[in-house]
Every structure is written in C-alpha cells, then in structure tokens.
C-alpha cells in the first residue's frame, strides 16, 4: 500500500495519502477526484550520518557526567 503525493487540480492543495488497491483518491479539501499525482522524494542516509562517532580515551568521550562518569571505566 503505497504512499502518492497529489495535487488537487480543483483547489490546488497538496496533499499525500495511502492508496488501497485501485482506489481512487479525493481531495481532502474540497473532494474533487481530478487530481494530477506528483513525484515524491525518498529520504536516504549518508554514509556521515549512520556512521557512529568514536568515543575518545576515557575522560574525553562526552559523556554528561564528566570525565571518570563513563561505563567503560
């Protein structure tokens, strides 16, 4: 069951919703099923963004309790 993003021809809301098999969508503003559907973008990750960060040496690695707080010690 995907997601489409459409655009109401009537009214011109934008809008996305789940699509059941052949159902055929309406607007939720005003109702109108003359809808033009759009391209939708997908979210990705970068490699920078999934990557963890490396703890430091103890004492440096951030944590809120302060240098000596950290579970490795």
């Known amino acids: 069951m995907p997601i489409y993003e459409y655009a109401c021809r009537s009214c011109g809301k934008e809008f996305e919703t789940l699509v059941r098999g ?9 109702g109108a099923s003359d809808l033009e559907k759009k391209l939708s973008v997908f979210a990705t990750a970068s490699a920078a963004e999934t990557a963890p960060a490396a703890a430091g040496p103890c ?3 951030g944590h809120p309790g302060g240098p000596g707080a950290c579970a490795f010690n």
Request: hydrophobic share 35%; with cysteine; aromatic share 0%.
């Open 22 to 30: 052949n159902a055929a969508p309406a607007c939720p503003a005003c």
């Open 59 to 61: 004492g440096t690695c």
